[in-house]
């Protein structure tokens, strides 16, 4: 079945404690990216990647950090997490990104806590 | 001025109801629209692609107006399970390298 992974469902963490948000797609897209939601903000992201080795900044991006190593991965990295990362996250995937981006594949999302 | 936007409601409709709402944008150079479905606590799921002829699936209508900027979905004989989060999605030329732009979302509540 074609589908976009992300693991845990629900993290409970403490503040500093580094923590990592995995995401794998099996439909060798190309195009991959991770989103916040927050009440009211909308789904605002963090960082995208049109392909392996390839990543960029989205809209808030500090905090965060990514890599893309191998296609089907995407993981989300939190260094140092704070409270203000306190959000539900999606990870998304498409056939190809920039002016051709059409269908997104999200991920059943990630209801992250810091404490 | 925000680039995609959408009323965040809610909009509380009577089942079996027609409910419309729209989404502007403010780049003229938007080629692609979709709308996007999302339910409570869950991910974001494709309902349809917005065509400059418009789009037609089952009692869902897309319609695309370049001229005033904005697309709308329009829900004739409105569901109880139609009940959601309705998202607008624009995909800009230059608009950054990803092209998408995502609206806030419109919450719909269909009440019995």
Redesign the interface.
């Known amino acids: 079945e074609a589908q976009v992974t992300q693991n845990p469902r629900y993290l409970i963490t403490v503040t500093g404690k580094k923590l990592t948000v995995t995401c794998s797609q099996n439909m060798n897209h190309e195009?991959m990216?991770w989103y916040r939601q927050d009440p009211?903000?909308?789904?605002r992201?963090i960082y995208?990647s049109?392909n392996v080795e390839v990543t960029?900044k989205g809209d808030v991006p500090e905090g965060y950090k990514v890599s893309r190593k191998e296609k089907r991965n995407f993981p989300l990295i939190l260094e140092s997490p704070s409270p203000n990362q306190t959000s539900?996250y999606?990870c998304a995937s498409s056939p190809t990104?920039?002016?051709?981006?059409?269908?997104?594949f999200?991920?059943?999302?990630t209801?992250l806590s810091v404490l | 001025r925000k680039e995609v936007e959408q009323d965040p409601g809610p909009f509380n409709v009577p089942e079996g109801a027609t409910v419309a709402f729209n989404c502007t944008y403010s780049n003229s150079a938007s080629q692609s629209f979709f709308w996007y479905r999302q339910d409570c606590r869950k991910e974001p799921k494709l309902l349809m692609s917005v065509y400059s002829s418009g789009n037609e699936d089952g009692r869902f209508t897309a319609q695309l107006n370049r001229a005033s900027q904005y697309i709308s979905l329009l829900i004739r004989d409105s569901k109880l399970s139609d009940s959601a989060t309705y998202l607008c999605v624009v995909n800009i030329l230059g608009g950054g390298a990803d092209g998408l732009t995502f609206g806030k979302g419109t919450h719909l509540i269909i009440q019995p």
């Open positions: 195009y990216s009211g903000l909308g789904l992201q995208y049109m960029d539900l999606f990104g920039g002016s051709t981006n059409e269908k997104l999200f991920g059943s999302g209801q």
